[in-house]
């Protein structure tokens, strides 16, 4: 596990302000944290390097694009299961969008999109089929809400 990266204030203001707006400029950050631009590409690209920043991204709203469920699935594995061998499984599946394994029960949650329910009975499905998953448990997402960052 990698050591803990000390934040001065500057660094979290800034952190803050991309979180609010990823595409938000040099310019205008350097504004907002009483600096020139130059210190605050270094501060950048000293986080960047350092891996607290690990990438800029755009949150989409996916039900504004086409039919879109989104659900959690709790898997668990037999005891004999090698965590790392069905997290390959499951990295093959493009629904999944992210894997959290888990300290206890269930061994690992999954968050999936899928186009409509016959779509996700057919992920929980495959994933079932692995051979390595002895149980599966899914939810269904209605509505969400995040923080941002």
């Known amino acids: 596990m990698a050591g803990h990266v000390q934040l001065d204030d500057i660094d979290e203001r800034i952190i803050a302000l991309l979180r ?5 400029t040099i310019t205008d950050i350097a504004g907002r944290v009483n600096l020139s ?9 000293r986080l960047e390097r350092l891996g607290v920043i690990t990438g800029y991204t755009v949150s989409v709203d996916h039900a ?6 989104e659900a959690f699935t709790e898997l668990r594995f037999a005891g004999n299961a090698d965590i790392d061998e069905i997290l390959g499984e499951v990295e093959r599946i493009p629904e999944i969008c992210e894997v959290f394994t888990m300290a206890g029960d269930p061994d690992a949650l999954l968050r999936i999109r899928v186009s409509d329910v016959e779509h ?5 499905n495959r994933l079932r089929r692995t051979g390595r998953v002895t149980g599966t448990k899914t939810l269904m997402v209605l509505d969400r809400w995040s923080r941002p960052g």
Do not use: C, W, Y
């Open 120 to 124: 996700l009975k057919t992920v929980v």
């Open 64 to 69: 504004m694009i086409g039919p879109s469920i």
């Open 37 to 45: 631009s130059a210190p605050v590409k270094r501060r950048l690209d």
């Open 20 to 24: 609010d707006d990823a595409r938000r």
